[in-house]
T-cell receptor
């Protein structure tokens, strides 16, 4: 059973370009989370999605950032018109929800975005 | 404000020695406390999850403790190995009826280096 997969692992974009980060959850998992880790900081929650639904996007900047998790295919985190401050590691995690239990989140290896 | 503080920031010990990492958390409403191991350039990997009713949990050479009254946790590593070199991250989880999921608040981690 493959783990959470993210691609690309490294992405370099010039200021003003768009960045698209992809996340394939573990097989059977229908819950996806995106986190951002700035240098020397802890991971910060961005958005929580289920298939075809955004459940909680309270951690995501209101402008330029969007996320989706379509019925088929990977979850996508899109950053439009990137700025230098967007340079960070972006991690995706997936989980298999079990009602009433503290469920495990399994993390992917991350995508390191560098904006030049 | 929900936050997690860890100490020390970094630690260097000899292979075979024991060590203890500390975590203070302010997370409300509290659901559980997690410890993750993050190797350089990789995603976090779960070590333990403890609810407020558990005060100790072991995973091999890793033993986590939780004091829900003082809001403190520790991670003890026994007989350290070179492969234990990594960042260890304490995570407070909050959950409320208004939230449709458990929300993770990450500390900045303790960078542990094991030297031969």
């Amino acid at each position: 059973n493959a783990g959470v997969m993210q691609n690309p692992r490294h992405l370099v974009r010039r200021r003003g370009q768009e960045a698209r980060l992809r996340c394939s959850p573990m097989k059977g998992h229908s819950h996806v989370y995106w986190y951002r880790q700035l240098p020397e900081e802890g991971l910060k929650f961005m958005v929580y999605l289920q298939k075809e639904n955004i459940i909680d996007e309270s951690g995501m900047p209101k402008e330029r950032f969007s996320a989706e998790f379509p019925k088929e295919g990977p979850s996508i985190l899109r950053i439009q018109q990137v700025v230098r401050g967007d340079s960070a590691a972006y991690f995706c995690a997936s989980s298999l929800r079990v009602a009433g239990a503290s469920y495990e989140q399994y993390f992917g290896p991350g995508t390191r975005l560098t904006v030049t | 404000k929900n936050q997690v503080e860890q100490s020390p920031q970094s630690l260097i010990i000899l292979e075979g020695k024991n060590c203890t990492l500390q975590c203070n958390y302010t997370v409300s409403p509290f659901s559980n406390l997690r410890w993750y191991k993050q190797d350089t350039g990789r995603g976090p990997v779960s070590l333990t999850i403890m609810t407020f009713s558990e005060n100790t949990k072991s995973n091999g050479r890793y033993t986590a403790t939780l004091d829900a009254d003082t809001k403190q946790s520790s991670l003890h590593i026994t007989a350290s190995q070179l492969s234990d070199s990594a960042s260890y991250i304490c995570v407070g989880t909050l959950k409320s009826p208004q939230l449709l999921h458990e929300k993770l608040t990450f500390g900045t981690g303790t960078r542990l280096t094991i030297i031969p």
